[in-house]
DNA sequence: GATAAGTGACGCAAGTACTC
DNA sequence: GAGTACTTGCGTCACTTATC
């Protein structure tokens, strides 16, 4: 049976290591590499049920952090979204998985382990490094917050992450090609679903959630 | 007064549920 | 299966409020 499986990773050299590491283990696979949140999207929305895993680098351009994993998951929930960064402390770790990843491989990773680590989420494992702990030290809170973050559409997170980088309406709007008038509709039905008072509330709550690129890297 | 933020309302499109 | 109603998201407009 041939697997299929997209990654969103803006680096060619990461997109052909994985490539051949799996190929060693998976003979049948085919591999949709993306470079964008937006290239990603299409693709799945064209053939989301052919599509067996996601892996997700979380320092793509143009999409900040954990938002894409909210943004996939919400759209996309029946395709298991898989991290992988060069980012591995434990509590990065902890924080995908909570937010509902099905597993954090860090690039350190030698090609065998990412091969076996992808082999077992593939097989519906949640995997992540040894030594990390389970989803249990993420606070309630946070997990609440991560449910009302899901609850946002792709564009309105989009619109929050370039409010968390101190973006303004008019930039926003310039960015996206849509109207001022139009971001502002945005921002209200954001800070209502979020249930906050201003964007400036907004873009704490999602700093919170690591909106930002992890570590600024 | 100029600028930016925020709200309410409207139309349009797509998806879903229901009825026949 | 076809038609209808409802919901949701997107984009836009007009307007108000706050700040400088």
Sequence with gaps: MTMRILIGDDHPLVQ???????????PDL?????QSLDEAVSV???????????LWDLTMPGIQGFAALFILSAQFPMVPVAIISARQDAATIRRAIAYGASGYIPKSLSLPEMAE???????????????VGGRGSIQSAD?????????????????LTMIVE?????QIAGELDIAEQT???????????????????????AERLSFRQPGGA
Excluded: F, Y
């Excluded at 009302?148 to 997170?157: F, G, I, K, V």
């Excluded at 101190?166 to 008019?170: A, D, P, S, T, V």
């Excluded at 971001?183 to 954001?190: E, F, L, R």
């Design 44 to 54: 799945l929305s064209a053939q989301s049920d052919e599509i067996d895993l996601i």
């Design 117 to 131: 680590a992808i082999t077992k989420i593939l097989a519906g494992e949640i995997w992540m490094p040894p030594n």
């Design 143 to 159: 997990v609440e917050l991560a449910a009302r973050m899901a609850s946002l559409s792709a564009q309105q997170l989009r619109i």
């Design 166 to 170: 101190g973006k303004l309406n008019k």
């Design 30 to 34: 085919d591999i949709i590499a993306c």
């Design 16 to 26: 052909a290591a994985l490539r051949s590491a799996l190929s060693t283990v998976l």
């Design 183 to 205: 971001v502002k509709g945005h921002v209200s039905t954001i800070l209502r679903k979020l249930g906050v008072g201003s964007r400036t509330q907004a873009a704490v709550l």
